[in-house]
C-alpha cells in the first residue's frame, strides 16, 4: 500500500519560513520524481517544484529563490524549504511521487500566511 503522508504546515508571518516534508511508503522512493503542489482557494492545484531522480529541480516561477526542494533516499522523505513566505503563498500543499504514467499523492498540509 502507497502512503505519502505530509507535515509541517501550519500558521506563519509574512516573512517567515517553514519547512515540509513528505514521509513514503510503499514504494521504490529513489525510482521516482517526486514534487509539491499546492491549490488556494478556488484555484486550480499547480506544480509549487520537483525533484528528479537525478538531483535535478524545477521551480515555478512564482517561488524561484525562495523555496528549495531536497530529498533524502535513504529516509524516502522529500522536504520543501520555503522562505519569505507571501500571503499568496497560502494554500494546501501535495507531495506527489511520480514515475512514468504513474502518480500517488498525499492528503495535502495546510500552509496559511498571515499577520
Known amino acids: 500500500q502507497v502512503q505519502l503522508v505530509e507535515s509541517g504546515g501550519g500558521l506563519v508571518q509574512p516573512g517567515g519560513s517553514l519547512r515540509l516534508s513528505c514521509g513514503t511508503s510503499?514504494?521504490?522512493?529513489?525510482?521516482?520524481?517526486m514534487g509539491w503542489y499546492r491549490q488556494a482557494p478556488g484555484k486550480q492545484r499547480e506544480l509549487v517544484a520537483r525533484?528528479?531522480?537525478?538531483?535535478?529541480?524545477y521551480f515555478a516561477d512564482a517561488v524561484k529563490g525562495r523555496f528549495t526542494i531536497s530529498r533524502d533516499n535513504a529516509k524516502n522523505t522529500v522536504y520543501l524549504q520555503m522562505n519569505s513566505l507571501k500571503p499568496e503563498d497560502t494554500a494546501v500543499y501535495y507531495c506527489?511521487?511520480?514515475?512514468?504514467?504513474?502518480?500517488?499523492w498525499g492528503k495535502g498540509t495546510l500552509v496559511t500566511v498571515s499577520s
Open positions: 506527489n511521487a511520480m514515475r512514468s504514467t504513474i502518480n500517488y
Open positions: 510503499g514504494i521504490i522512493f529513489s525510482n521516482y520524481a
Open positions: 525533484i528528479f531522480t537525478t538531483g535535478n529541480t
